[in-house]
């Protein structure tokens, strides 16, 4: 490792404060800051950095046992971002529990894109998931996930659903959080009908759907894939105005998780459309 580390031997270190008791709180809403957790987003946050976009590094936190591990990914990070290392028994009393990863870092957002600026942005058939009303952030994370891999160009949440920089969404998403455009804010409704303005097929998915999901057709423009809050769907006016469709089902339950139901619903319509192969 070609960059220099700074040891950390106190846990109230003021250098350290913003790593402090992080299962209890989080540093989202904070002066647009967030927490990065694990080798896998911390390399990332490494690439997000480079492009000087939407996200860069304050600082990282490592496990003195780990550095070794890491030092190619610390590299790619500029040498005004500090590091500091630690032992795991200092780790653990900073975080509040034990620490397993031993790799935390201090993220920030450098620029926050324009919503219609994303849209106006997007390809000519391009495949954008909504979440409305989704509030669990592992299933935040879970979406972000399969929307990289099944070749989504966006994610889109309303103002009720989580934020999600939040550590667990972030950890939860392996890092696609840091790497996928998103916006969050706005009624639901409002962003439905200025994605229908914008060229977009809007389709819902619930289990209340008229049309099964492996029945639709092939868009023919934009697509935008909208996802409910968890347990009680999408709302009654957002069904009634945008074509829903549904996942058929053996009946034995009433419905899936939403992240798995989001990865079978961008699993068919990637394929359809050749967005993989």
């Given at each position: 490792?070609t ?121 000519g ?10 509030s669990?952030?592992d ?89 409910g ?25 009433d ?23």
């Amino acid at each position: 490792m070609t960059r220099p580390v700074t040891a950390i031997s106190d846990p109230d270190d003021d250098r350290i404060a913003p790593f402090k008791a992080i299962r209890e709180r989080d540093l989202v809403g904070r002066s647009g800051r967030f927490i990065a957790e694990g080798t896998v987003v911390l390399r990332v946050l490494a690439e997000a950095h480079a492009e000087e976009e939407r996200f860069v590094a304050d600082r990282i936190l490592v496990l003195e046992n780990r550095l070794k591990g890491v030092a190619d990914i610390l590299d790619r990070f500029p040498q005004d971002v500090p590091v500091y290392s630690c032992t795991s028994a200092v780790l653990n009393a900073i975080a509040g529990f034990d620490m397993h990863r031993g790799v935390l870092a201090l993220g920030r957002i450098a620029h926050a894109p324009d919503f219609s600026a994303l849209i106006a942005d997007l390809p000519g058939n391009a495949l954008v998931v909504v979440c409305v009303g989704l509030s669990n952030h592992d299933n935040a994370g879970s979406v972000f996930r399969n929307a990289t891999i099944f070749g989504a160009d966006a994610v889109l949440l309303d103002r009720t659903s989580c934020d999600p920089l939040y550590r667990k969404a972030i950890r939860v998403s392996v890092g696609s959080v840091l790497k996928m455009p998103w916006h969050r804010g706005g009624e639901a409704s409002e962003l439905l009908f200025t994605l229908r303005d914008a060229g977009f097929d809007v389709i819902t998915l619930s289990p209340s759907g008229k049309t099964p999901l492996n029945a639709l057709k092939p868009a023919q423009r934009r697509t935008a894939l909208v996802l409910g809050t968890e347990g009680e769907g999408l709302p009654e006016d957002i069904l009634s105005a945008f074509q829903p469709v549904r996942i058929p089902q053996s009946g034995k339950l009433d419905s899936l998780n939403v992240a798995t139901a989001a990865g079978i619903a961008l699993f068919q319509i990637a394929t359809a459309s050749g967005r993989i192969v």
